[in-house]
């Protein structure tokens, strides 16, 4: 019941108890100027029992409105999404917005531009929802075709969070489509659990992702259940279909495995995309530093952070005219040959001639430009390149497991 609602009862109810009698309260004090009224017992118990009357009426009607305020802002559900961004909800029974909450500094981020969430406040949750998944599209979250983003719903009603579960399914779903992002969505519902919020709130956070890491400790007592947090969903999702062998290195310090090896730690400029593959064998990082001279690709054991591909000492490859992957100064109709073809392809995967086989180099014409198309083996990985015929610039690389 709304403020104004309960006002307009309570002075319905005061008109009732209490009369408006004024006119004629005036009349009689005019007859009776000069004249000493006597204030008897019984009519002062009359007044003092309907004033009385009237303010337990006014309290009846402000605990009634109480009582459907509370109701209206009664925590009925607590949503979360997470990806690594850790976000928690909590939802009153109409399914409006609550609290708005961000668990970890990325998730302060990804609610940068709605008041850190406190703008989602009175939202409808399918409209809260629909704009902090737009968030970390657009903040490249949800971008490659390995990452994932859970839903969790936590309601003592099970009825009530698996219907949740399926609307907010279905919204994230329309997001996803709608920004072309090929994510997946993992969704579980959960009961109230001390324990389980306690574990969350200690690791910041969300009660479904400590859910998700209590499973992978499951399968694998001897793991920490504050290093599992630290990962991805995408990670703890991986590893847990992995079986949990070992505890994986994590994203940040595949990343810097990656710089080290390629020798770009001291650079600010170098910027890195790193992808898990926890369920793949052997199980590795794929990271993509952005430099100055290019992407370059790196494989990194996602167990022991050994770099098994990618180009070695990168600063010393561009700086060697045989090495470099920067275009060189062409001449008209000039073709590098299929000899520097593989020599440029060999140096940027870090490989010698002799660590390579079923090498395969052929020309061929795309959309008008003359590339060479290199391909080879080495080490349980095949890679592919299309490298431009007149100066040497690589236009595509891919490296992925054989087989």
Known sequence: MTNEKMERQLAAALEKTAPDDMSGVLSRCDERKGTVIPMTTKKTTKKRWTTLAAACLALVLLGG???????????????????????????????????????????????????????????????????????????????SI??????????????????????LTSTVDGVLQTSESRASVLTQTLTQDAGLTQQA?????????AALVNRVLAINPSLKFDALAKLS?????????????????GKDAAAYAAE??????????????VDSELDESPAHYEVELHTAW???EYLVDAYTGKVFSGQKDLLAAVST????????????????????????????AGLSENQ???????????????????????????????INAATGAILKHEAELDG
């Open 65 to 143: 409105g109480g009582i459907f305020y509370q109701q209206a802002h009664a925590v009925a559900s607590v949503v979360s999404l997470d990806v690594n961004p850790s976000i928690e909800l909590k939802v009153s029974k109409s399914e409006k917005v609550l609290v708005c909450t961000p668990l970890n500094e990325d998730a302060k981020a990804i609610l940068a531009d709605m008041g850190d969430g406190a703008d989602l406040k009175g939202a409808k949750l399918d409209v809260a929802v629909n704009a902090i998944v737009g968030s970390l599209v657009r903040n490249g979250y949800l971008n």
């Open 146 to 167: 390995s990452s994932a983003i859970m839903i969790s719903v936590e309601d003592k009603d099970t009825a009530r969070a698996e219907k949740l579960q399926r609307e």
């Open 201 to 209: 709130r200690e690791n910041s956070i969300s009660t479904g992702k």
């Open 233 to 249: 969903v995408e990670e703890l999702k991986d590893l847990a279909e992995a079986g949990a062998p070992a505890m994986p290195i």
């Open 260 to 273: 080290q090896y390629a020798g770009t730690t001291a650079l600010d400029s170098v910027t890195a995309e």
């Open 294 to 296: 290019g992407e370059f």
């Open 321 to 348: 005219p045989n090495a470099t992957t920067k275009p060189t100064a062409p001449s008209d109709g000039a073709d590098i040959g299929h000899a520097k073809a593989k020599s440029i392809a060999l140096n940027h």
């Open 356 to 386: 390579a086989y079923d090498m395969d180099i052929e020309l061929d014409d795309e959309d008008g430009t003359l590339v060479y198309e290199v391909e080879f083996k080495s080490g349980g990985m095949e890679y592919s390149y299309e």
